[in-house]
């Protein structure tokens, strides 16, 4: 049978083997538990930034669709005083009649699509440039 003295030997190691591990764990855990805070507190951070970068963008759309409005009702406006008339006379030769071209609307519809159509390309250009701008900075 052991002697105690073999019993304590045995209890004195189990504690120093737990000690050793307990001071190696603990380090560790604490450098996790700051990690994981430093995390958190960076994911708010972004959260904050992603707030404002949307509600940047939201404003230049905003901003964008009322230039292009605007712009919209000045061409209206602008080819709504504006009249083709045909004035009943013969076609000269070298200018064929509009029908045989394939157009069936007026030259000032035409020109009032052409510019609503390039004002929509140019005001897309715009957004597409100030989003670029905002996600870069």
Same mark, same amino acid.
């Given at each position: 049978?052991?002697? !105690? ?87 000269? !030769?070298?200018? !064929? ?9 007026? !030259? ?30």
């Amino acid at each position: 049978m052991p002697t !105690p003295n073999v019993y304590f030997k045995i209890a004195l190691a189990f504690l120093v083997l737990l000690l050793a591990s307990f001071c190696g764990w603990y380090p560790e855990h604490l450098a996790f538990v700051a990690y994981k805070e430093k995390v958190f507190a960076d994911g708010k951070i972004q959260e904050q930034k992603n707030k404002d970068l949307i509600i940047q963008q939201q404003l230049i759309t905003k901003q964008v669709q009322n230039d292009y409005q605007n712009k919209l009702d000045r061409i209206k406006s602008y080819y709504s005083g504006l009249h083709y008339s045909s004035g009943g006379k013969l076609s000269n !030769p070298g200018n !064929p009649p509009l029908s045989t071209l394939g157009i069936t609307k007026d !030259p000032v519809s035409v020109a009032q699509d052409c510019a609503i159509e390039t004002e929509k390309l140019l005001s897309l250009q715009e957004w597409v440039k100030s989003q670029i701008k905002v996600n870069d900075e």
